[in-house]
């Protein structure tokens, strides 16, 4: 490298808004001198992609650095035999890693040179991967620290600069890469394709169906999950759904899919230029994965449903005052933002739950408060995510105790001199003997003994409890207006469900608390006193294995109580996280403290709910989204076979509409209606829950020879054991496998899945994309997050 200059800011310029953004913000921190902005094109870029990359690297002051493999994505998956989907793209590694990999080699050297990648703040569970992939070179995100930015902010700050944003945006793409066709999309976006770019969409299926025939296999880009099972969806099927004109259930309008050449796991082992196959026709170099030597491999089966990734948390649906913290709180505990965004709207609901009601229609009001669930295992950083988020509601009840103190000692002291002058009262009556003076003292005592209990002494509030026996549950709510909620870092109250304290435990307080019903409490309180609008909010923290005896549990699941929780099951960071983190920054801290504190006073001190309404567009969003999830309900449709949590699913999403309504004004939601973009927001929330649902019951639902299984298939592929005897499985994973019996329960699951099979030596051999698919090992629910399908309306 001797005489070559030494680039020291290199930032993968993508031709997004992102890249742009993060390109500004190093010039100006840096300067231009040493500064590359590098795109490595794929050859099937939008032609308005140039343009503005252009006109973005003329703003910034710096010529664009372009590189090529020279192929185009489906001229890499004819030379790799294989279709590229959103599990395995090698587009992503061949045409974008490796040539920037050669890149950077070439030209820099890893001690003076820092990387910057485009992804923003709603994504920093993904920096860990993105770190690893790029050693040794020092990678940085600058949309990731404050101040935030999200998409409409950075877009609104590129016409400022007279730049007009990539014309893929504002036709409904979340992404300005491959024309709109990335393969990692999902139904939904390739739909988009085929209104937007119909010829752009005719030459993609084109291009599959002779990939099909050529490979001889049933292959394709897209999956279709109906009825339990996983299948391949070709585009020219998706066309007839799409048209009308199959016999086939309707696309998934849900399935968005995602981008992310540089951000995804699978694809971030980046290996160093000079252990790379060297292939004479492309001399950029590509790996080639070594050629099998035995019949071709089908896609493996995922041994449990939660093999699929659910998206991660749409954290642009708060405001920022929220969003920073649940940003900066995942940051700190390097834990997965759906942990903290999920308390989030916990703590939402604990400060409005039974004082906020939402009408779309007349004669339809639904409360606002839910039921969360954060499922990861142990040790992931649980319970200082929960004391970072709940700290404010503890400061809250602080604060309306010690201001009703001073009336609990008037109260009591009135009431103390009430009874005791009602029991002279009733003395003197029993004293009198002439009928007459009788009959006036009865009447006076029995009035003082009316006016005595006519006093009542205010308990101290409560706002949250960590953990509560039904039946002080109920004594509780009716103490503190029918509101309470539980919030806690443990599954505790799992337990308590299933019968810990009884056999036949009360549900009452959680479904008649969880739907607003009036509850009696006759039997446990003062005698009479009831609850007309209970209001629960719930969110536990647990364990995998608490969900599987919560959720198996079939006396709950006949009542209907687990299909009230929206389940949230973050990725786990364990062997990602950094030693040290920043912590959460004060200002944003405080916000947030002051923020929830006041909404949690405010309501605190109302009885009855103040209702609001739609817009009339908001009200076009709720009625395409109800639909949406009517058809859903159907046969073959993604909420079939979870109608129980479905047929919830529209009050749900009005539910939440309703806490980020609170979250984006605090301080005069219930004097203004919802609007559209809380509502859509509100979908897209919903979506997110819906997807965790089926992966907490694909959780539930998995037997303990598959969880055996999956944890054997993670040892196998972090070791690299690419073929294997039983013998050297029993011996490298005793533990798991204990018994000989253990190890033939599991070699046919594995076997059965597609996973291994077996060598004409007697041995076995391990599927060639394993380590891609494989789950992680280790009792939790270990998920990859992709990119999600976002419109950004944060305030």
């Known amino acids: 490298m001797s005489g070559q200059v030494r680039h020291r800011h290199v930032v993968m310029f993508s031709g997004g808004i992102t890249s742009w953004a993060v390109a500004r913000?190093?010039?100006?921190?840096?300067?231009?001198?040493?500064?590359?902005?590098?795109?490595?094109?794929?050859?099937?870029?939008?032609?308005?992609?140039?343009?503005?990359?252009?006109?973005?690297?003329?703003?910034?002051?710096?010529?664009?650095?372009?590189?090529?493999?020279?192929?185009?994505?489906?001229?890499?998956?004819?030379?790799?035999?294989?279709?590229?989907?959103?599990?395995?793209?090698?587009?992503?590694?061949?045409?974008?890693?490796?040539?920037?990999?050669?890149?950077?080699?070439?030209?820099?050297?890893?001690?003076?040179?820092?990387?910057?990648?485009?992804?923003?703040?709603?994504?920093?569970?993904?920096?860990?991967?993105?770190?690893?992939?790029?050693?040794?070179?020092?990678?940085?995100?600058?949309?990731?620290?404050?101040?935030?930015?999200?998409?409409?902010?950075?877009?609104?700050?590129?016409?400022?600069?007279?730049?007009?944003?990539?014309?893929?945006?504002?036709?409904?793409?979340?992404?300005?890469?491959?024309?709109?066709?990335?393969?990692?999309?999902?139904?939904?976006?390739?739909?988009?394709?085929?209104?937007?770019?119909?010829?752009?969409?005719?030459?993609?299926?084109?291009?599959?169906?002779?990939?099909?025939?050529?490979?001889?296999?049933?292959?394709?880009?897209?999956?279709?999950?109906?009825?339990?099972?996983?299948?391949?969806?070709?585009?020219?099927?998706?066309?007839?759904?799409?048209?009308?004109?199959?016999?086939?259930?309707?696309?998934?309008?849900?399935?968005?899919?995602?981008?992310?050449?540089?951000?995804?796991?699978?694809?971030?082992?980046?290996?160093?230029?000079?252990?790379?196959?060297?292939?004479?026709?492309?001399?950029?170099?590509?790996?080639?994965?070594?050629?099998?030597?035995?019949?071709?491999?089908?896609?493996?089966?995922?041994?449990?449903?939660?093999?699929?990734?659910?998206?991660?948390?749409?954290?642009?649906?708060?405001?920022?005052?929220?969003?920073?913290?649940?940003?900066?709180?995942?940051?700190?505990?390097?834990?997965?933002?759906?942990?903290?965004?999920?308390?989030?709207?916990?703590?939402?609901?604990a400060c409005a739950g039974g004082r906020l009601e939402v009408e779309p229609v007349p004669g339809w009001r639904e409360p606002v408060n839910i039921f969360t669930a954060v499922i990861a295992g142990p040790g992931e950083r649980k319970s200082p995510v929960h004391r970072a988020m709940t700290a404010p509601l503890f400061a809250a009840q602080s604060t309306l105790s010690d201001a009703i103190r001073p009336r609990i000692a008037e109260a009591a002291a009135l009431r103390d001199i009430a009874d005791r002058q009602a029991e002279q009262a009733k003395a003197q009556a029993a004293k009198a003997t002439d009928p007459g003076k009788r009959d006036d003292a009865t009447a006076d005592a029995v009035a003082a003994a009316i006016a005595a209990e006519a006093i009542t002494v205010p308990g101290l509030p409560k706002l949250i409890v960590d953990d509560a026996t039904p039946e002080v549950l109920i004594n509780l709510m009716a103490a503190n207006?029918?509101?309470?909620?539980?919030?806690?870092?443990?599954?505790?109250?799992?337990?308590?469900?299933?019968?810990?304290?009884?056999?036949?435990?009360?549900?009452?307080?959680?479904?008649?608390?969880?739907?607003?019903?009036?509850?009696?409490?006759?039997?446990?309180?003062?005698?009479?006193?009831?609850?007309?609008?209970?209001?629960?909010?719930?969110?536990?923290?647990?364990?995998?294995?608490?969900?599987?005896?919560?959720?198996?549990?079939?006396?709950?699941?006949?009542?209907?109580?687990?299909?009230?929780?929206?389940?949230?099951?973050?990725?786990?960071?364990?062997?990602?996280?950094?030693?040290?983190?920043?912590?959460?920054?004060?200002?944003?801290a405080a916000g947030y403290r002051q923020r929830v504190h006041d909404l949690a006073a405010t309501f605190a001190e109302w009885v009855d709910p103040a209702v609001v309404v739609l817009t009339e567009e908001a009200g076009k969003v709720r009625r395409a989204a109800a639909e949406q999830v009517e058809a859903e309900l159907r046969p073959g449709g993604s909420l079939h076979d979870m109608r129980e949590w479905g047929n919830k699913l529209a009050g749900a999403t009005l539910r939440l509409a309703g806490l980020l309504h609170v979250a984006h004004h605090p301080a005069d939601a219930w004097q203004r209606p919802i609007d559209a973009d809380r509502m859509a927001d509100a979908v897209r929330l919903a979506d997110f829950f819906a997807a965790h649902y089926r992966a907490a019951i694909a959780t539930i639902t998995a037997d303990a020879t598959t969880e055996t299984a999956r944890r054997v298939l993670a040892i196998v592929t972090a070791k690299g054991m690419n073929t294997f005897t039983r013998r050297e499985l029993h011996r490298r994973c005793h533990r798991q496998l204990p018994r000989a019996a253990d190890v033939t329960a599991v070699l046919d699951v594995l076997t059965a899945h597609g996973w291994i099979r077996?060598?004409?030596?007697?041995?076995?051999?391990?599927?060639?994309?394993?380590?891609?698919?494989?789950?992680?090992?280790?009792?939790?629910?270990?998920?990859?997050?992709?990119?999600?399908?976002?419109?950004?309306?944060s305030t």
Request: charged share 20%.
């Open 25 to 349: 913000k190093v010039a100006a921190e840096h300067g231009t001198n040493g500064l590359t902005l590098l795109f490595a094109d794929t050859r099937i870029e939008d032609e308005d992609l140039y343009r503005f990359a252009e006109e973005a690297a003329a703003d910034i002051g710096v010529p664009l650095t372009t590189i090529a493999d020279g192929r185009t994505p489906w001229e890499v998956f004819a030379d790799q035999r294989i279709i590229g989907n959103s599990r395995i793209a090698p587009c992503s590694k061949l045409l974008k890693q490796v040539p920037c990999r050669r890149w950077l080699e070439k030209h820099t050297e890893p001690e003076t040179t820092t990387v910057y990648v485009g992804i923003d703040w709603t994504e920093t569970h993904r920096m860990p991967a993105i770190e690893a992939g790029h050693l040794p070179w020092t990678v940085k995100a600058p949309l990731c620290e404050p101040p935030f930015s999200d998409k409409a902010d950075l877009l609104n700050a590129a016409r400022e600069a007279g730049i007009t944003p990539p014309r893929l945006y504002g036709l409904g793409f979340a992404h300005n890469n491959c024309g709109g066709a990335c393969v990692r999309g999902g139904q939904a976006q390739w739909a988009h394709l085929m209104k937007v770019f119909p010829d752009r969409y005719a030459a993609n299926e084109a291009a599959e169906q002779h990939m099909r025939r050529d490979l001889g296999k049933n292959v394709a880009i897209l999956r279709d999950r109906r009825g339990g099972t996983v299948r391949p969806l070709p585009l020219t099927e998706l066309r007839h759904r799409i048209t009308g004109t199959s016999t086939e259930a309707a696309y998934d309008a849900d399935d968005w899919g995602g981008c992310g050449c540089f951000t995804s796991t699978e694809e971030n082992s980046m290996p160093p230029a000079s252990r790379l196959h060297l292939v004479t026709d492309h001399p950029e170099n590509h790996e080639v994965p070594p050629a099998s030597t035995g019949p071709l491999w089908d896609m493996p089966v995922p041994l449990t449903g939660a093999a699929i990734a659910p998206p991660p948390f749409p954290l642009d649906v708060f405001p920022r005052w929220l969003g920073e913290m649940a940003t900066g709180v995942a940051r700190f505990t390097a834990t997965d933002p759906a942990m903290a965004g999920t308390l989030a709207v916990a703590v939402l609901s």
């Open 481 to 588: 207006g029918g509101r309470m909620a539980i919030i806690s870092d443990e599954g505790g109250i799992f337990d308590t469900l299933a019968g810990r304290y009884s056999a036949s435990p009360n549900l009452d307080p959680y479904l008649k608390g969880h739907a607003g019903q009036p509850m009696s409490n006759e039997r446990i309180t003062r005698e009479g006193a009831s609850i007309e609008k209970p209001a629960l909010t719930v969110c536990v923290m647990a364990q995998p294995v608490v969900l599987r005896q919560f959720g198996g549990n079939a006396g709950l699941a006949g009542r209907g109580l687990p299909a009230r929780f929206l389940f949230a099951l973050p990725a786990s960071m364990a062997g990602y996280r950094p030693v040290d983190t920043p912590p959460v920054p004060e200002p944003v």
């Open 758 to 793: 077996t060598t004409d030596s007697g041995g076995y051999e391990v599927h060639p994309r394993a380590a891609d698919h494989a789950p992680a090992s280790g009792d939790t629910v270990t998920t990859t997050p992709v990119s999600h399908v976002s419109a950004a309306h």
